[in-house]
């Protein structure tokens, strides 16, 4: 009966060691993957920050080169100058009712 003490006592500290090993190498991949997501993000934000500069640089490079120049528009002089017709006002139109006093 000895054996079996002795056989099962190594069988748990086995058991035990496999644990431990388990334990600590699953601990080490779930701190890679939180440094792979930090990563992951860091990376992601600093590519959309260059496509939005990169878009708005286009834009205004666009506006500045497509952008017509003013041009000054000649005046346009009138060949005869204006008639000066009097003009009539209208005078108070009659209404039906009678005037209030």
């Not at 600093?46 to 496509?51: F, T």
């Not at 506006?63 to 008639?83: F, I, K, L, R, Y």
């Amino acid at each position: 009966m000895a054996a079996r003490g002795s056989r099962s006592t190594r069988q748990e500290r086995v058991q035990a060691e496999r644990r431990t090993r388990l334990h600590t190498a699953r601990t080490i991949w779930h701190q890679g993957q939180i440094r792979r997501r930090t990563r992951d993000n860091v990376v992601a934000a600093i590519v959309g920050s260059v496509i939005v500069l990169a878009a708005i640089g286009s834009q205004v490079v666009h506006a500045q080169v497509t952008a017509p120049e003013p041009t000054p528009t000649p005046t346009v002089e009138p060949s005869t100058s204006p008639s000066e017709a009097p003009t009539e006002t209208p005078g108070p139109i009659p209404s039906d009712t009678p005037a209030a006093e």
